[in-house]
């Protein structure tokens, strides 16, 4: 018996958000809407998704002690989240700086702050926590060591899924943990390198024999990719107008561990989580834009 449906193993960032017409080229100025912060950070946006879906979750991860760490906190336990393994100090919070255009497309630099040390002695550390968990979720805000010793740690029957994000070469281990490893387009370029071929497919196939169980590739407007040793198979997206996008990908990762972690085939829990991000991606803003059970049955 799991005490957690997900524990995500993953940054929490605090989100420093600026509307622009257009993204600035190099060397470029242009001016700004007022800043918004907003609570961010790819592990824990996964981690509220989850829980605002209904799923049992639990988050570790780092924060600092510092007012970005508690509007952190608050807001992992306003949704419900199992704080026990958050860290606070060693380091500022995380943040991340956040233009979003018109359209609702996005772009992100992130300076990682506490998340750099959230370290495999701190897993270790959590091991029970790990074991007590029927789905672990990772990301790449953290240092890819940490990661490693989560797949380490993983209980018997407990099932690993990882988003590269960002992306960068992945050892033999992690990926062999790997169902699903879910990727977009440039993350599965820059893991697989120059083996990359012109379609999601042929994308799908080459990932799949680096060692991962599974594999979702996601795309955009044009729904996902699933793929298995069964197969593989297209996903539609659900049509909605785009509002901004930060955070969706993340909704949509955390919907897909849970309902693979309640049994559903892989194509099924990855058209439920298509649903879970259509509606995020119609609110501003990551954490408070993600929907309840019933929001996503209404759409």
């Known amino acids: 018996m799991y005490d957690y449906d997900l524990l995500v193993v993953g940054s929490a960032n605090a989100d420093l958000v600026i509307g622009v017409e257009r993204r600035p080229a190099a060397g470029e100025t242009v001016l700004g809407s007022d800043l918004v912060v907003h609570p961010g950070g790819k592990g824990a946006n996964q981690s509220v998704a989850a829980a605002r879906l209904g799923a049992r979750t639990a988050l570790l991860a780092r924060v600092g002690d510092d007012a970005h760490g508690r509007l952190l906190l608050d807001s992992q336990r306003a949704a419900g989240v199992d704080t026990a393994g958050v860290l606070v100090g060693g380091a500022p919070t995380g943040v991340a700086l956040i233009t979003v255009d018109p359209s609702g497309d996005n772009s992100i630099v992130v300076s990682p702050g506490a998340n750099g040390r959230l370290t495999p002695e701190d897993v270790r550390a959590d091991a029970d926590l790990v074991r007590a968990s029927r789905v672990v979720s990772a990301q790449l805000e953290i240092p890819l060591e940490t990661v490693v010793e989560t797949v380490r740690t993983l209980a018997p029957g407990s099932r690993f899924v990882l988003n590269p994000s960002p992306p960068r070469p992945l050892p033999a281990e992690v ?37 991962p169980r599974s594999v979702v590739v996601t795309l955009g ?3 996902a990719l699933v793929a298995d040793a069964d197969g593989a198979a297209r996903v539609p997206s659900v049509r909605v107008e785009t509002v901004d996008t930060t ?5 949509f990762t955390a919907a897909l561990a849970w309902r693979l972690g309640l049994g559903e085939p892989l194509s099924v829990a990855a058209a439920y989580a298509a649903r879970v991000g259509a509606v995020a991606v119609t609110r501003p803003g990551a954490q408070e834009s993600f929907p309840t059970a019933e929001e996503v049955e209404s759409l």
Do not use: K
């Open 175 to 211: 990926l062999a943990a790997c169902d699903p490893l879910i990727v977009n387009e440039h993350e599965a370029r820059v893991v697989l390198g120059d083996g990359a071929g012109p379609e999601p497919e042929d994308w799908a196939t080459a990932l799949l024999a680096l060692g």
């Open 221 to 223: 407007a044009r729904g």
């Open 247 to 251: 955070g969706a990908g993340d909704s």
